[in-house]
């Protein structure tokens, strides 16, 4: 019985810790977008709410029916620049959230119906260990800048009083707990890590400026937050451009996690259909596009939490957020220090799955070239200034913003005619040396 009850404890302690990280992972995007949309509290409030809804159930359903790995949906990072392109496009107008609605719904019918055909054994067969690899790297290197400065209390808007020794602290005792020589603590290091950055940058007065009264605790969600859906053909073809990128991000996060969990491989179809059912739900409800998250391989390695069950709880408690916008809004104050602290961490363990996938690959010196081409371009376009690509046209800008993309896209294309040479090379080799 004693037995019993530990258990149960330990699995509610490993359930707080992954609600924990996907709050950290999930929360950021919605709130960046809201102050980009303009939005009033009490909508800024529901859409904070309802990303936090379908990110809970897309990493439900995947959970229980899709990959069936302990994988999260969170935003996508090129979701997030569509969004912010169109928010920040005059010509667009108050009516930009309504046609992403509509193009959101589209990429997610767009997704179901390819996932019906074996569109999905094809993409997966692109997505070699060094592929993985080269996408793990570009991720790290991406999303370290803008990590680095929320730990450090460096990102545009913050308080005027310097609070990054929180971040800081935050992310000495993730590291200090998940290498120290306590076993039992390292599964807790991400919540031990969180609660001492936290409580110690709210007794030194840290505020986050924002009202937790304002509007309804609870809500109901309704069909389309800001309106009915619209047509915009620049909107619908970005839509559906980015919803056949992204399942590149799709594969990759689940080769990632089946490395760490030594699984075998999971038919893709069904993390393919479900993915599309979520998009579609986006749009419908009215959230930020989600997409599985490959910084999850970084959380379970820190952490050592392998199990799903923790992971489903933790998914079902993200999900019943979205019914309650007050406590979605009480979450967001979490000092994001604190927040971009516990994913700098877990971003440690992201690049070394991502060496380690590189070394098992055993590349050769051509496939290590293109290699060297893809990182320099991924690296090359994230370094661009802002505006660089502003005389592009807007599918364009979209797709050449986000050099992760960019770069994993290149490589694919050079891996895919790489084996294609080599299948050439070997079809005729024996030919030409039994000729006269």
């Known amino acids: 019985m004693r037995r019993g009850k530990f258990s149960m404890v330990e699995t509610a302690g490993r359930s707080l810790q992954w609600f924990i990280y996907l709050i950290a992972s999930v929360v950021p995007i919605p709130v960046v977008l809201a102050?980009?949309?303009?939005?009033?509290?009490?909508?800024?409030?529901?859409?904070?709410?309802?990303?936090?809804?379908?990110?809970?159930v897309a990493s439900l359903v995947q959970g229980l029916w899709g990959h069936r790995l302990p994988v999260n949906d969170g935003p996508a990072g090129l979701w997030f620049a569509v969004f912010f392109l169109f928010a920040s496009d005059a010509a667009s107008g108050a009516e930009a959230p309504r046609a992403l609605e509509l193009g959101l719904a589209a990429a997610g019918i767009f997704v179901m119906v390819l996932s019906m055909t074996g569109a999905f054994t094809v993409i997966r067969s692109w997505f070699t260990p060094a592929v993985t690899g080269c996408y793990l790297l570009l991720l790290g290197a991406q999303m370290a800048g803008p990590f680095l400065r929320g730990t450090l209390g460096l990102s545009a808007g913050g308080p005027e009083r310097w609070f990054g020794w929180g971040g800081i602290l935050t992310v000495g005792v993730i590291l200090a707990t998940s290498l120290g020589g306590l076993r039992w603590l390292r599964q807790y290091s991400v919540l031990t890590g969180m609660a001492v950055g936290w409580i110690a940058l709210l007794a030194a007065g840290y505020s986050s400026g924002g009202s937790v009264r304002s509007g309804s605790w609870f809500g109901w969600p309704t069909p389309f937050l800001f309106g009915a859906p619209v047509w915009d053909g620049a909107v619908v073809v970005n839509c559906l451009l980015v919803s056949v990128i992204l399942l590149s991000n799709l594969v990759a996060s689940v080769e990632a996690m089946e490395r760490i969990l030594a699984a075998p491989p999971r038919d893709m179809r069904g993390a393919g259909f479900w993915h599309g059912a979520t998009t579609l739900a986006a749009g419908v409800v009215g959230s930020v596009g989600m997409i599985p998250q490959s910084t999850a391989t970084g959380f379970v390695a820190l952490t050592g939490i392998r199990e799903r069950l923790p992971f489903l709880c933790a998914s079902a408690a993200l999900a019943g957020t979205g019914f309650f916008p007050g406590l979605a809004r009480w979450l967001s104050t979490m000092p994001p220090e604190v927040g971009y602290g516990v994913m700098f961490a877990s971003f440690t363990q992201l690049i070394m799955v991502g060496m380690d996938s590189l070394r098992q690959a055993r590349i050769d010196w051509v496939q290590r070239q293109g290699l060297g081409l893809a990182l320099l371009l991924g690296l090359g376009l994230e370094s661009l200034p802002q505006g660089a690509l502003s005389g592009l046209p807007r599918v364009v800008q979209a797709l050449m913003s986000n050099g992760l993309v960019v770069g994993t896209l290149t490589y694919l294309l050079w891996e895919g005619i790489y084996r294609w040479s080599a299948r050439r090379k070997a079809k005729w080799s024996p030919k030409e040396e039994t000729s006269p």
């Open 35 to 56: 102050q980009a949309f303009h939005l009033d509290a009490a909508t800024a409030s529901s859409f904070i709410a309802r990303s936090c809804l379908v990110a809970g």
